[in-house]
C-alpha cells in the first residue's frame, strides 16, 4: 500500500545539487534539465495535493519550470538557505494563485468560526490517520475542503511553511493562519471518515 508520508524534498541526508543550481542561476540550459530531473517528480506530487486533478498537476509542473527558467527566478533564491524548501514555497503561491483565479470554490473558513470545533485532532493523531490512507484516499479527502482550507493545510505540513509565509501566500492576517489550519484539520478528519474515532481519543 502506497504510504502517503509527508514528502520533503530536504530530506534529511539527502545533498542539494549547489553546482547545477550555480549554473542554472548563470542561465546555462543544461544545469536547468538537471534541476527539472532532479525536483520535477517531488514538485508535481505536491501539486497534485494542491489541485483538482492530475491535468492541473500536470501544468503546474511544466509552469512553474518554465517561469523559474524563463524569468530567471533563482536569481531571487537566497543561497544561504535550503533551496528544496525555496522550490515549495514558489509551487505553494503557484498553486494558490491557480485555485484563486478558478475561484473554484467559495471558501467557508470565515463563515460561522464560532462553529470550530473547541476539541480538535491532534497533529500526531492526523499523521497516523493519514499513513493509514493511500495517496489516493488522502487527495480525494484534500478534494473536498475549500480551496483557501487545502492550501493552508499543503503549504504548512507539505512544505513546512511558517504561519507567517502562509498569512502572506493566502492574503489573511497572521491569526486567522491557525483558525484555517484547526478547521482545515477537523474537516480532513471528517473527510477521511475517522471523525468519531479521533474524537473518542478526545484531549487530555
Sequence with gaps: MDAPRPERMSAPGKTEPTEAIARARAGDADA?????????????????RALPTRE????ATMDIFAKLMRDNRLLQ??????????????????CWDVLRRRKTRQDKETDDLENVPL??????????????????????????????????????????????????ALGVRRAFVGVVLLRARHELRQALGQGGALAAGGTS
Design 32 to 48: 536547468w534539465g538537471v534541476l527539472y530531473q532532479e525536483y520535477a517528480s517531488a514538485i508535481f506530487r505536491f501539486c497534485r
Design 56 to 59: 492541473d498537476a500536470e501544468d
Design 77 to 94: 533564491y537566497d543561497q544561504s538557505r535550503s533551496f528544496t524548501a525555496w522550490l515549495y514555497k514558489v509551487a505553494a503561491n503557484h
Design 119 to 168: 476539541e480538535h485532532p491532534d497533529p500526531n493523531q492526523l499523521d497516523r490517520l493519514i499513513e493509514q490512507r493511500t495517496s489516493e484516499e488522502v487527495r480525494r479527502a484534500l478534494d473536498k475542503l475549500g480551496a483557501r482550507a487545502r492550501m493552508a493545510l499543503v503549504m504548512r505540513y507539505y512544505s513546512d511553511m511558517t504561519y507567517d509565509e502562509i498569512a502572506d
